[in-house]
T-cell receptor, first 114, second 115 residues
């Protein structure tokens, strides 16, 4: 089955700096890669996603890049703010007969210091 | 639009007891998921329903876990008997369909502590 590795497990940045989280996946059939943000006591919330036919996607201060050849994708947060502090999860979905079964990475705890 | 609702939010039980969790998905969402999230880890899919049918339960410990979605809307997840290692947050999610690109929306979860 699919295996998703996520690094780093914790990330501390100064407010205004950039944060980068990297994920690798094992199943070359995966074609959908969402990123979720989870705040304390809440369920994960989708912040951005990318499909396998796209190399990069941007939404305001958040961007995601995908390298299908290397089987890795990354989340970039620019101009970080204290409200960006949370746990971030990457995930991969194989599509096809497996539908939208998501396999999650282990998470990255991001702390933005004011 | 109302989000995914779950109850209870917290539950503390002793090992070997039974427990049940309830989920109400977003209105109109045909696909419902139950995930287990152990502290410090990412969510792990336990079971996926399409309407009232099971699509995938390959990671559900069927000797102690059961789930149902009888009328294709609400769902319950039961653990009987509970073990210490079942301590986790149980998340329910729903999506409009089961395409790989259909966004999954998560509820707030039920935090289970097994003593």
């Amino acid at each position: 089955g699919e295996n998703v590795e996520q690094h780093p497990s914790t990330l501390s940045v100064q407010e205004g700096d950039s944060a980068v989280i990297k994920c690798t996946y094992s199943d070359s059939a995966s074609n959908y890669f969402p990123w979720y943000k989870q705040e304390l006591g809440k369920g994960p919330q989708l912040i951005i996603d990318i499909r396998s036919n796209v190399g990069e996607k941007k939404d305001q201060r958040i961007a995601v890049t995908l390298n299908k050849t290397a089987k890795h994708f990354s989340l970039h947060i620019t101009e970080t703010q204290p409200e960006d502090s949370a746990v971030y999860f990457c995930a991969a979905s194989p599509g096809g007969a497996a539908g939208n079964k998501l396999t999650f990475g282990g998470g990255t705890r991001v702390l933005v210091k004011p | 639009e109302a989000g995914v609702a779950q109850s209870p939010r917290y539950k503390i039980i002793e090992k070997r007891q039974s427990v049940a969790f309830w989920c109400n998905p977003i209105s109109g969402h045909a696909t419902l998921y139950w995930y287990q999230q152990i502290l410090g880890q990412g969510p792990k899919l336990l079971i996926q329903f399409q309407n009232n049918g099971v699509v995938d339960d390959s990671q559900l410990p069927k000797d102690r876990f059961s789930a149902e979605r009888l009328k294709g809307v609400d769902s319950t997840l039961k653990i009987q008997p509970a073990k210490l290692e079942d301590s986790a947050v149980y998340l329910c999610a729903s999506s409009s369909g089961q395409l790989s690109t259909d966004t999954q929306y998560f509820g707030p979860g039920t935090r289970l502590t097994v003593l």
